[in-house]
């Protein structure tokens, strides 16, 4: 009796113990769809996604085609620190945003415009792969369009441990080719010369494309791996082992490059490669139903956490999980061979989709999603015989975040929601300890929303835990220390201008440049091993941080 008294002390407590702090809306009179966020360095975030707005709400850019690129960095606070927008004719779709070593920004999306506005280069095929690496201030650096003679669809992109990047997307494309008459009258294929095309042949529907950039955006290899059908990749991330995980939809039978049978209508599709793409293992894992993956990261123990969702009926895994009603958000722990250690599922509404997954420093897990369900209603009959509806229970449409344990237990969840439709596409952890929602909302103001600008709008909500201390914000830091070739001075305060001022151990000034922001990158590639100190003179105050410079 006194074990349960105690489990019922803590679950209202954990319940109610992430409390919003502030919540915003971002967009145009029209549609703008968010699909990415991250924390930044200077405590701020930065926001991804498409919008066919113009000049409208708090868009500062005309719309140039259909959906643009859209990138919005703000402050802790939500307030905006600069916006950018890329695109061309046809249809921009950024789905990526993650930051990188120089202190800027690489995004990946999908594009079919040719080249104009923004666009530096022609469509290859239906779409292709667009990459633009920016600087700290969001200006572009150099842009990439990659693709074939089909449709390419890019989902990620990422620096990587050496510098260079990995893109990770699906494809239906073939080589380019050319079709000439030889001196028999007959058709040769002959192959372009193009060194951001495809160059293997697609396996069957779609596949998982894997492009492996340099630093300056040149490909060094790129894989296709694929069955008989349609196999799209969704998550990927590079290993311990410098290899990289890959993580997908398939429906494809044994084919290809696919050594297990489908299990149902979809499956989880697993490949781990090594660092130049070769396959060094694959599972397939799934029921009778339609089993759709959405992340992957490798843990601590050098194994992994898969997550997603499922509709299945049938046993998910021997080890457990059992979906309960429509569609549940299911997980799994794989060892690092992808052997199946726990299976799990969780139940928010009629339709729970799996959206976003971090590992935590404590071996805990942070999941995000969406949950759906209808209100319930039922015929009644009132005092006077006559029949009626009466609505049981409010239906949901809203944003869900989920902590659970190594486990898989959970330990607490939090629901926040407008009276529309409220799409979470990405739940972090932020640098303060709280937690940043980041989704598409079509609402007007309701319930936890209180703003509302177009037809569908970026919607940012910031929770605190108050189960958490909350870190307190250094007045400058370097990051990474030690730093390679790259570290990036975060100043702790506002300003409106500054000059920074790097200086080795002897005193002799190595640069000195203007400031105008919050994060300050420093390149350090061409110095030797040793310490350095940045000194930061604002017009609010001066302050300095040492910088170790090392090689490994």
Request: charged share 25%; with cysteine.
């Amino acid at each position: 009796m006194k074990k349960l008294y105690l489990l019922l002390f803590f679950i209202p407590y954990f319940a109610h113990s992430q409390d919003v702090i502030w919540e915003k809306s971002y967009g145009g009179k029209h549609a703008d769809y968010l699909f990415d966020a991250q924390p930044t360095a200077d405590y701020g975030f930065i926001l991804a996604g498409s919008s066919l707005s113009d000049k409208t709400g708090n868009k500062d850019d005309d719309n140039h085609g259909d959906l643009d690129y859209w990138i919005w960095k703000m402050s802790e606070k939500g307030e905006l620190d600069w916006q950018k927008s890329f695109g061309g004719s046809g249809f921009d779709l950024l789905q990526s945003i993650k930051s990188t070593k120089d202190g800027g920004f690489i995004l990946a999306g999908t594009s079919n415009s040719e080249s104009g506005f923004q666009k530096g280069e022609k469509c290859k095929g239906i779409s292709d792969f667009w990459v633009i690496k920016l600087n700290a201030a969001g200006a572009e650096q150099w842009q990439r369009t990659i693709g074939g003679n089909g449709q390419d669809e890019l989902l990620s992109a990422f620096q990587t441990k050496d510098g260079g990047y990995i893109l990770g997307g699906s494809s239906s494309s073939n080589p380019p080719s050319l079709l000439d008459t030889n001196v028999e009258g007959k058709i040769a294929t002959t192959f372009k010369e193009d060194l951001y095309n495809k160059s293997e042949k697609s396996r069957g529907n779609m596949d998982y494309w894997i492009v492996k950039l340099n630093k300056e955006g040149t490909i060094e290899w790129q894989k296709t791996y694929g069955g008989q059908y349609a196999d799209i990749l969704r998550s990927l991330e590079q290993t311990a082992d410098n290899g990289y995980i890959l993580a997908g939809y398939s429906n494809s039978p044994i084919s290809g490059d696919k050594t297990d049978a489908e299990k149902g209508l979809g499956d989880y599709w697993v490949i781990k490669i090594n660092d130049v793409g070769e396959i060094q293992w694959q599972n397939t894992y799934g029921a009778d139903g339609d089993d759709q993956p959405y992340v992957i990261h490798q843990t601590s123990d050098e194994g992994y956490i898969l997550g997603g969702n499922s509709d299945s009926r049938n046993a998910l895994t021997p080890l457990g999980g059992i979906v309960s009603n429509g569609t549940d958000f299911w997980i799994l722990k794989l060892d690092k061979e992808g052997s199946v250690i726990w299976s799990k599922t969780y139940d928010f509404g009629k339709t729970d989709i799996l959206t976003s997954l971090v590992v935590n420093t404590d071996n805990t897990y942070l999941i995000g999603g969406h949950a759906k369900t209808e209100s319930k209603r039922s015929l009644v009959t009132d005092l006077a015989g006559k029949a009626g509806i009466s609505k049981e229970k409010d239906g949901i449409n809203d944003y869900i975040a989920l902590k659970i344990d190594e486990k898989g237990e959970e330990l607490w969840n939090k629901t926040v929601g407008s009276a529309g439709e409220d799409i979470l596409r990405k739940l972090v952890e932020t640098r303060d300890g709280g937690y940043l929602m980041a989704g598409t909302s079509d609402s007007n103001s309701s319930k936890d929303k209180n703003s509302n600008i177009g037809s569908n709008d970026f919607w940012v909500v910031k929770l605190k835990d108050k189960t958490k201390v909350e870190k307190i914000k250094a007045g400058i830091e370097a990051i990474p220390n030690p730093a390679t070739d790259y570290a990036n001075v975060i100043i702790g305060h506002d300003f409106k201008k500054g000059t920074a001022t790097v200086v080795d151990i002897s005193g002799r000034t190595l640069q000195n440049f203007s400031i105008t922001n919050r994060t300050v990158p420093i390149d350090l590639s061409k110095y030797s091993e040793g310490i350095y100190i940045v000194n930061i003179k604002t017009d609010v105050e001066t302050e300095s941080v040492k910088i170790i410079k090392s090689v490994n």
